[in-house]
């Protein structure tokens, strides 16, 4: 089977999801490279403080992939019965994941340094399914953690397909919201398990901004993405932590600065607001397609591979030759070279006959559709 490589141009196009994709993807990578591993002592070297610094808010490109899956997953699920919305979702996620988590747990055995050692075959073999929690197991890299809420974003949407609910999604979006609201007054572990409250706001968000995108704006979805915007700023700001005092809100080097993650979380509103206000477009944009195409095997190669390699690094004086941010960039470049090749190799040759042997050979039956909607689509 020949390899096609995605068309440059495609009709009604959101081409800003694609640097979106690839700028929250940087960012964990930054995240982890520059701040996290260090800190942890995962990477044994301490990076320049300035990149310290600024790579510390790196972990917010996690909410900012929450917003793109909310918008994504509501306009894949528009034009999609049951079987062809999981279709779609286990020919985009499983190829890459079954062919990054073999490559980790192999990275980790074959290299002596690498900090994290497969525990078990168990432990592998439940990582293949997405949701290693479901089989008392954790995630193969630390990556990977974010994928079993996605899943459940996706059994909720599955189930709303399934019971012919999709028509009443701003009611079910609504009602996600007000759980949100009261899991943060009083946090509810099995309520946060269930239906990923704490993460509502931003899902919710790229939800509704794609209704805007599809029918427009109305009274409901403005309030309602003000009350997401303010749903994930609390959430944001519990989750940064208690204030070490009052002063910490001006100082920038006393650790993450509530007042910047607020801002930044203000931005992937607006980031949104911006694109469902620009028209869709028809032409092609070859390096925001290919971020786009990047940034899933990106998100699940980089982190426990990049530690092993660069303590390999270390252990072998290449740090101390070129110092840790070189190298740390050097091993940046490979996750990207590695990133392309499972999309080439693995994503192009497995999805598409995955996707058609999983959804058969019927054609999809249109379960819902707002009303002045887009007839094209993004890819998922």
């Known amino acids: 089977m020949s390899v096609q490589s995605p068309p440059t141009s495609r009709p009604g196009r959101e081409p800003a999801l694609d640097w979106l994709r690839g700028l929250a993807a940087l960012a964990v990578v930054m995240f982890h490279y520059f701040h996290k591993g260090p800190m942890e002592g995962w990477m044994p070297v301490r990076q320049h403080p300035l990149l310290d610094a600024l790579s510390a808010y790196g972990y917010l490109g996690v909410h900012l992939f929450f917003m793109i899956s909310g918008y994504v997953i509501m306009m894949t699920a528009q034009h999609a019965d049951l079987r062809h919305f999981v279709a779609s979702r286990i020919s985009r996620l499983l190829p890459a994941l079954w062919f990054c988590a073999t490559l980790t747990a192999l990275i980790e055995l074959l290299i002596p340094e690498s900090p994290f050692k497969p525990l078990s075959w168990t432990q592998y073999l439940a990582n293949l399914t997405l949701v290693p929690a479901w089989f008392g197991q954790e995630p193969i890299d630390g990556a990977y953690w974010s994928l079993a809420i996605e899943i459940n974003f996706y059994l909720w949407v599955a189930a709303a397909i399934a019971l012919g609910q999709l028509r009443h999604i701003e009611r079910l979006l609504l009602a996600w919201l007000a759980l949100s609201f009261v899991n943060l007054l009083r946090p509810m572990y099995p309520v946060q398990l269930l239906t990923s409250a704490q993460w509502a706001p931003l899902f919710a968000g790229g939800a509704f901004f794609y209704l805007v995108r599809a029918s427009g704006w109305t009274r409901q979805r403005r309030l309602a993405l003000c009350a997401s915007l303010l749903l994930a700023c609390a959430y944001a700001w519990r989750e940064t932590g208690p204030l070490r005092g009052w002063d910490t ?88 070279a590695a990133a392309w090749f499972v999309n080439v190799v693995v994503e192009q040759r497995l999805g598409p006959p995955l996707r058609r042997w999983v959804a058969g050979t019927r054609p999809p039956l249109v379960a819902w559709s707002p009303p002045h909607s887009s007839t094209s689509r993004e890819r998922p």
Request: aromatic residues 10%.
């Open 249 to 336: 809100l001006v100082r920038l080097d006393a650790g993450p600065n509530h007042l910047v993650i607020q801002a930044i979380i203000l931005a992937c509103f607006g980031a949104f607001r911006w694109m469902v206000s620009r028209p869709l477009t028809s032409s092609g944009d070859v390096l925001g397609d290919l971020a786009g195409r990047l940034t899933y095997p990106l998100y699940l190669i980089h982190q426990n591979a990049g530690y092993a390699l660069f303590g390999m690094a270390a252990s072998s004086g290449l740090v101390g030759v070129f110092g840790p941010g070189l190298v740390s960039l050097s091993i940046i470049g490979i996750a990207l």
